[in-house]
């Protein structure tokens, strides 16, 4: 099962900034927070991942809240293009050394406004 | 760099047939997961394989499987096929080692079963 809780649907203005939060309250010490992307008939996109520092690329910020239960990622100038829905994931560790699986959510729904 | 590529598209097949899929990484990628999408279940994990072995399991029969081969093409096969077998099947590939990686997805095979 999923590790995270993402609001189901949000809107944001063109030009804004889009704030997405997540949950993951029973997230363990050594796992990562990992946000995706998929647009519509579209191949999932990775955006963005930490451990407990804020982090910062081309696409966007990641703020993890210091008792890391929770995250936000920042979209600053949020496009029509970034409508999507965006998926929070802890990332789970499989039964052998490095072996590794997404367990996608629901995710949250988006929709950019012009 | 060349992306995932993932053949074929699009396939339809009849209940109680079989169906390989293909799915070739990212050039250096060792790693390749294959993905199930459909609208009532989300993205669930299938599988995992690095350098030839299986070393990460989802919750799915036996009927699908998969392999790896040494240059690290991926293919998965789904045998006697049920109407639930209609989806989006995602493959994506990762560098695999032991440290956090991202994982790129290809466009996915859209397979309807009639």
């Known amino acids: 099962d999923a590790k995270t809780t993402q609001p189901p649907s949000m809107d944001c203005a063109e030009g804004r900034a889009a704030n997405l939060p997540c949950n993951h309250s029973?997230?363990?010490?050594?796992?990562?927070v990992y946000w995706y992307r998929q647009i519509h008939s579209q191949g999932p996109q990775y955006i963005i991942h930490?451990?407990?520092n804020n982090e910062t690329n081309e696409m966007a910020s990641l703020i993890i809240t210091e008792d890391r239960k929770s995250s936000t990622l920042i979209l600053p100038h949020a496009t029509l293009r970034d409508t999507a829905v965006y998926y929070c994931i802890v990332r789970v560790a499989g039964i052998i050394q490095g072996a590794q699986k997404l367990v996608f959510g629901q995710g949250t729904r988006l929709t950019i406004n012009p | 760099k060349a992306g995932v590529t993932q053949t074929p598209r699009y396939l339809i097949k009849t209940r109680g047939q079989q169906v390989t899929l293909s799915c070739s990484p990212i050039?250096?990628?060792?790693?390749v997961s294959w993905y199930q999408q459909t609208p009532g279940q989300g993205l669930q994990f299938l599988f995992e394989y690095f350098s030839e072995t299986q070393r990460n399991k989802g919750n799915f029969p036996g009927r699908f499987s998969g392999r790896q081969f040494s240059n690290s093409r991926s293919e998965m096969n789904v045998s006697t096929l049920e109407l639930g077998d209609s989806a989006l099947y995602l493959c994506?590939?990762?560098?695999?080692?032991?440290?956090?990686?991202?994982?790129?997805f290809g466009p996915g095979t859209r397979l309807t079963v009639t």
């Open positions: 050039s250096g990628h060792r790693s």
């Open positions: 029973t997230i363990s010490g050594n796992e990562y």
């Open positions: 994506a590939s990762s560098l695999g080692g032991g440290g956090t990686y991202e994982q790129y």
């Open positions: 930490g451990l407990k």
